[in-house]
């Protein structure tokens, strides 16, 4: 069968291409070998957030410690019932979605076999563009033991909560989990062998988050790495460089995540790749040019999240149709849902340490906006203001509503938003965004 575009993966990297090029007249086959939709929609972001919801209440609910009395407890099987409920149709709502607008989806492990052909078992599909979107796997330690070792795909379909859990590594996804997991009691251990967790976030910010979960009993245990794990007399034993043994009766190896590049018949191609990824020119293109590149799969400096996935997947699309400008990128804002939620977009106070330019501000609006910040005393802000323009070029958020937060000033960053012209605006009242709206254009107007 010969077709316009293929796409190898249905994750976001590749569907609003194929929708958008499909409905445009062009015709697509999209080849997925696991569930259509990807990563995020069924063992990554969309079963994340779904779980997290009730937790995310109950942490709010103890913002009022001497007004909310009754304690809550959350029934993770009935949640675990809910998140099948919700999400589990989603691969085939999409499929039929997808069918709809007149895709192929071909179902099986896809293979570039030539620059125009794709193989999927024993047969041959052949196209005149081809978009390899295969996304990411979890890492796995090589490590004796590592037999007994969770993902995250796992973790999310866990439909009791282990008793004592030891995750590997300080990363987004063991802080996502242990929020959930401590509050149902576990006993939750992480060892990372870096001597921080979530480098690239604000620090200031990561300390109150670990200060909380160590306050609700998680256990950190920085700068050691997990030797061996093994089967002991009542569960597992987490062996580490330090020389301790934890007892644990389930371990979830949290490491990162690596690209999905083998076994796709790169070699072949003579298709550039590295241990990060797949190397594209600034058109997605691989080194043979009707073959692009999208999503996690890429070695690429942008976060490997949903939203540059789909970034990526709406610029192939427009390429393909005839656009010719180089990918450029907006600020990628990333959140880390934890309770509360820490999240960063554009430059970093950090970096902006160095740059005599740039100014960095703390707004602790939790504290400033009592009446509306649902006495979340502790949420804050940290902007980077160019000094010259007075424009807000970066963001870092600590607070239950940082992942709006962020996106409203992800808005203000890319439009390059003046104070005065945020004075031109009326926002609803009272709101977290009004209020950090009349906090930023003092900062900014006064630096
Ligand atoms: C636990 C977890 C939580 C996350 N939470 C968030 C979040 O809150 N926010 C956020 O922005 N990001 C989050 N992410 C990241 C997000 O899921 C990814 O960035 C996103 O899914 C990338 O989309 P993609 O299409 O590139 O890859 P994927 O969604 O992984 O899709 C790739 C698809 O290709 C298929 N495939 C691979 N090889 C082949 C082959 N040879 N033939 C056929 N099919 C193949 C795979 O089966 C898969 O379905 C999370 C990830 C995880 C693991
Ligand atoms: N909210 C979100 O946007 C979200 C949520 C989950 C996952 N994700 C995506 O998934 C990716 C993977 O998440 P992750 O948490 O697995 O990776 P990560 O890169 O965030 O963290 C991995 C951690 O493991 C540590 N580590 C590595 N090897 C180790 C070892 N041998 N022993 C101990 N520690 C070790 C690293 O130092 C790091 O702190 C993220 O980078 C992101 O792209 C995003």
Redesign the pocket.
Known sequence: MNFDVIFIGSGHASWHAAVTLSQAGKKVAIVEEDTIAGTCTSY??DP?ILLDGPFELKNQLRQYPEIIKEDVTIDWNALMNYKKKIINPLPDQLEQLFMAVGITIIKGHGRLSDDHTVSVDNNQYTSENIVIATGEH??K?NIPGSEFLHD?RDFLSLEAMPHKIVF???????L?FASMAVELGSEVTI????DK???NFNQAYVAKAISKLEKAGVKFDFS???DVVEKGTTGLVVKTSRGNQIEADYVLD????MPNVEGIGLDGLNIDFSAKGIVTDDHLRTSVPNIYASG?VLDKSV???TPTATFESNYIAGQILGDSNPINYAVVP????TLPRIANVGVSSVSALNDDNLVVEKIEYGKQMLFQSKNEVDAEITVVIDRATKTLVGAEAYGNEAADLLNFLTLVINKQISASELNQMIFAFPSTTSGIVSLLVTKMMTI
């Open positions: 990554g972001c994340k979890s890492r330690l995250s590997i590594g300080a990363g987004i996804i063991s996502e060892v990372e062998y870096a967790a979530l480098a050691t790495s997990v949290a490491t990162g995540r996690d976060g490997k999240l990333a959140v880390v849902f």
